[in-house]
């Protein structure tokens, strides 16, 4: 069973900058799964931000958050990170890290992802 563990989350204002990260907790290279971040804010469904295929090479994100935000990843130390510069009000969401066992395909829907972080919150004051 493979554990992921969100960090970095809090409070900022608008047009700051958060870097979140996302540990392996179980131990097992990272680097044979494709990760993606994705996050859900109140009332609304759970929407992809951005993956990164497992050896780093290709990454693709949510028009809504490109040129703002930047994936990346450390196989090494089993870390997933999601910098997030000129943050908006509607970033506000609790975001999860994911985990697909195809390690070349970056997918955009939550239910083709094998494994979940418990999230972290993000509150951008306007």
């Known amino acids: 069973q493979v554990q992921l563990v969100e960090s970095g989350g809090g409070l900022v204002q608008a047009g700051g900058s958060l870097r979140l990260s996302c540990a392996t907790a179980?131990?097992?290279?990272?680097?044979?799964?494709?990760m993606g971040w994705f996050r859900q804010a109140p009332g609304k469904e759970r929407e992809f931000v951005g993956g990164?295929?497992?050896?780093?090479?290709?990454?693709r994100y949510a028009d809504s958050v490109k040129g703002r935000f930047a994936i990346s990843r450390e196989n090494a130390k089993n870390s997933l990170y999601l910098q997030m510069n000129s943050l908006k009000a509607e970033d506000t969401a609790v975001y999860y890290c994911?985990?697909?066992?195809?390690?070349?395909?970056?997918?955009?829907?939550?239910?083709?992802?094998?494994?979940w972080g418990q999230g972290t919150q993000v509150t951008v004051s306007s």
């Open positions: 990164i295929t497992g050896s780093g090479t290709y990454k």
């Open positions: 994911a985990a697909n066992r195809d390690t070349g395909t970056i997918v955009a829907a939550p239910g083709l992802y094998d494994y």
């Open positions: 179980s131990g097992l290279t990272s680097s044979v799964y494709s």
